[in-house]
C-alpha cells in the first residue's frame, strides 16, 4: 500500500500480453508497477499506463460502462470487460492481462473478430417474419411474450464467451455460444416465422451438438445470460421436432 493525496492506494504489477504480428517473432509480456486507488477498472488501469508507460500498447474500449462490448479481454485467465471489472475485485495485486482467446491477434490485446462476427451470420439473426402478411403498423408483440427475450436482448456481442469456449479451441467452425444464444431469441420470439425446421441446419457437430456443457460461456458472460442453458433447450426443441418429423406428425 502507498500513501498518495490522503488517499490509500493499492499497487499492482500487471503483465501486459504485447505482440505485433508485423514485428515480432514471438509475442511477450510487458511489467509495469502502478498504484492506483480503490475503484479503479482494469480499463482506467490500462489507460493511464498507455499514457504515462507506453503509447504504443493496443486495445479496444468505447462506452467505459459495460454497453458496446468492445473492452472484453482475459484479466487473471477469465473473460472480462475491461472496463466493469475494479482491480479491487482480483485476488492479490497481480493483474495478467491478455487477449480473448479463439481469434487471431491484430495487435497485444486487440483481436481479430471476424470468425465471431461469421458465426453470428449463419444463425441469421433477424426476425423472419410473415412476409406474405404484412401488418399495416409494426408487428404487435404482448409484454409477456417480450418478457421472455429480455435476458437475450441484453447480448452486448462482447464475445467474452466465444474467448471463453474450449470447443471453438478445437472446433472453430463450432457456431459458437453467443450465435446459439441469440438464435434462441429468435426462435423465442412470437413474431418469428423460421420454426423448427431451420434448426436442421444445426443439427451437426459445428452446430448444436458440439457443446460439451462445460458452462464456462456461463461464467464469462457480463450480462448474465446463460447460453448453455439455450443450446440445451434448442437441442431439446431440435430431437422433438425429429421425432415429430419420424413419426409424420409435421410435414
Ligand atoms: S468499453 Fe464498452 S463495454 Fe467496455
Known sequence: MSQKNGNTDTRYTFKIFRY??????????????????RGTTVLEALLNIQETEDDGIAFRFSCRSAVCGSCGMLVNGAPVLA?????ATLIG???????????D????????????WESYRRVEPWLHADSGNEPEKERLQS?????????YINCILCACCYGSCPV??????????????????????????RGEGFLAKFNNQRGL???????????????????????????????????????????
Not at 471453438?168 to 416465422?193: H, N, W
Not at 457443446?211 to 464456462?216: E, K, L, S, V
Open 20 to 37: 505485433n504480428p508485423d514485428v515480432d517473432a514471438q509475442p511477450y509480456y510487458d511489467t509495469f508497477v502502478k498504484s492506483y486507488p
Open 83 to 87: 472496463c466493469r471489472t475494479q482491480l
Open 93 to 103: 495485486d497481480q493483474v495478467l492481462i491478455e487477449p480473448l482467446p479463439n481469434m
Open 105 to 116: 491477434i491484430v495487435k497485444d490485446l486487440v483481436v481479430d473478430m471476424k470468425p465471431f
Open 143 to 151: 409484454p409477456d411474450d417480450l418478457h421472455k427475450l429480455d435476458p
Open 168 to 193: 471453438l479451441g478445437m472446433e472453430e467452425d463450432y457456431v459458437g455460444p453467443a450465435a446459439i444464444s441469440k438464435l434462441f431469441r429468435f426462435m423465442q420470439d412470437s413474431r418469428d416465422q
Open 209 to 251: 451438438w458440439a457443446c460439451h456443457t462445460i458452462f464456462r460461456c456461463i461464467d464469462a458472460c457480463p450480462k448474465d445470460i446463460r447460453p448453455t442453458d439455450t443450446i440445451e433447450a434448442l437441442r431439446r426443441r431440435l430431437v422433438a421436432y425429429r421425432f415429430k418429423k419420424f413419426f409424420r406428425l409435421v410435414k
